[in-house]
T-cell receptor, first 114, second 114 residues
């Protein structure tokens, strides 16, 4: 199994630009999570999908952030426009089901907004 | 609201020393408990988890954790650490019955010196 795949692994952009992060969950997993990790705030859940439907987006910081899951094998997290305070590592994780189970994390995307 | 507290932010040990990392959570109902590890530059990996049954849980790489319900604690232990255990350790909680929304602690950075 290839595990959770994220791309790009590193992204450097300038303030105001649009950023799109991508995630491919483990095949057969029907729940997907986006997290953000910073030194100041630690690991924060941004949004959770179950069967491609957003269930909890209460962690999305503001309207500049949006996430989609058009099918079971692909999700995107978009930031538009990006700001320096968005600099962080963004992780995607998936689980076999929505109920309590182990989350499998991807390698993360390190985003730097200049 | 649920929260997870990890008391030690930084721990420095010599090889072969014993390790105990504290984790306390605040939630009065049934919980599922996890310890994840993040090696330098890598993604989070599951060390061990507790859902029910024996409160002493054994995980990978010689780690174990004990769930003490009366103390709302799930401390991580290892009798003898190795240099390769240098990493950041995260305790996480999810409430049983709901979707698997993990609440993470702030993490503990462990440095093991040869």
């Amino acid at each position: 199994d290839a595990g959770v795949i994220q791309s790009p692994r590193h992204e450097v952009t300038e303030m105001g630009q649009e950023v799109t992060l991508r995630c491919k969950p483990i095949s057969g997993h029907n729940s997907l999570f986006w997290y953000r990790q910073t030194m100041m705030r630690g690991l924060e859940l941004l949004i959770y999908f179950n069967n491609n439907v957003p269930i909890d987006d209460s962690g999305m910081p503001e309207d500049r952030f949006s996430a989609k899951m058009p099918n079971a094998s692909f999700s995107t997290l978009k930031i538009q426009p990006s700001e320096p305070r968005d600099s962080a590592v963004y992780f995607c994780a998936s689980t076999p089901s929505g109920l309590a189970d182990t989350q499998y994390f991807g390698p993360g995307t390190r985003l730097t907004v200049l | 609201a649920q929260s997870v507290s990890q008391h030690n932010h930084h721990v420095i040990l010599s090889e072969a020393a014993s390790l105990e990392l504290g984790c306390n959570y605040s939630y009065g109902g049934t919980v599922n408990l996890f310890w994840y590890v993040q090696y330098p530059g890598q993604h989070l990996q599951l060390l061990l988890k507790y859902f029910s049954g024996d409160p002493l849980v054994k995980g990978i790489k010689g780690f174990e954790a004990e769930f003490i319900k009366s103390k709302f604690s799930f401390n991580l232990r290892k009798p003898s650490v190795q240099w390769s255990d240098t990493a950041e350790y995260f305790c996480a909680v999810s409430t049983s019955g709901g979707y698997n929304k993990l609440i993470f602690g702030a993490g503990t950075r462990l440095a093991v010196h040869p």
